[in-house]
T-cell receptor, first 109, second 114 residues
């Protein structure tokens, strides 16, 4: 059974204080690992897809990396508007995705 | 291009009542998904479809049924609602194919069962 574990559950940062979110996974046949951002009361919004170990992708202050067992979402010099819940998911060859419980990030000015 | 839409946005049911949630997408996507999200938790897959006329069970299918008679629509039914089904329901769609596994989500339906 596919599994995704995210840590920490919650992270509080000061504006400008860089940090990382972790996503550990087990999946039979990885099609892709995904990072989503979810704001309160809204549906998840796609950020990145990573397909193979060693791959990295960047978008503004966010950088996602992938190994064979985990992925990291690095946040560099965060701003208050980066506050949200960040969800990690994996998709196997069956066509369905398994999500982690998310990390709630709060960035204080 | 509206993306993924969900109807209704909010609903209150009494225990034992039935209802259908509608998900529609206008992106010609093959795959469609229904998730539920409980407070402080991630998304749990209820049912999904890999194409028109097909459906499959996800992680938490009990108490729900689905149908995908048209490619653009995915219906989620609750035959006899229970308080444990109080949740926020999200629909998503995905094109599929080679290296195209990004899921697009609807805004959600907040369901309360009393």
């Amino acid at each position: 059974e596919d599994q995704v574990t995210q840590s920490p559950e919650a992270l509080r940062l000061q504006e400008g204080e860089s940090s990382s979110l972790n996503c550990s996974y087990t999946v039979s046949g990885l099609r892709g690992l995904f990072w989503y951002r979810q704001d309160p009361g809204k549906g998840p919004e796609f950020l990145f897809t990573l397909y193979s170990a060693g791959e990295e992708k960047e978008k503004e202050r966010l950088k996602a990396t992938l190994t064979k067992k985990e992925s990291f979402l690095h946040i560099t010099a965060p701003k208050p508007e980066d506050s949200a819940t960040y969800l990690c998911a994996v998709q196997g060859y069956a066509g369905k995705s398994t999500f982690g419980d998310g990390t709630t990030l709060t960035v204080k000015p | 291009n509206a993306g993924v839409t969900q109807t209704p946005k909010f609903r209150v049911l009494k225990t034992g009542q039935s209802m259908t949630l509608l998900c529609a997408q206008d992106m010609n996507h093959e795959y469609m998904y229904w998730y539920r999200q409980d407070p402080g938790m991630g998304l749990r897959l209820i049912h999904y479809s890999v194409g028109e006329g097909t459906t499959a069970k996800g992680e938490v299918p009990d108490g729900y049924n689905v149908s995908r008679l048209k490619k653009q629509n995915f219906l989620l039914g609750l035959e006899s609602a229970a308080p444990s089904q109080t949740s926020v329901y999200f629909c998503a769609s995905m094109l599929g194919g080679m290296l195209d596994y990004e899921q697009y989500f609807g805004p959600g339906t907040r369901l309360t069962v009393t």
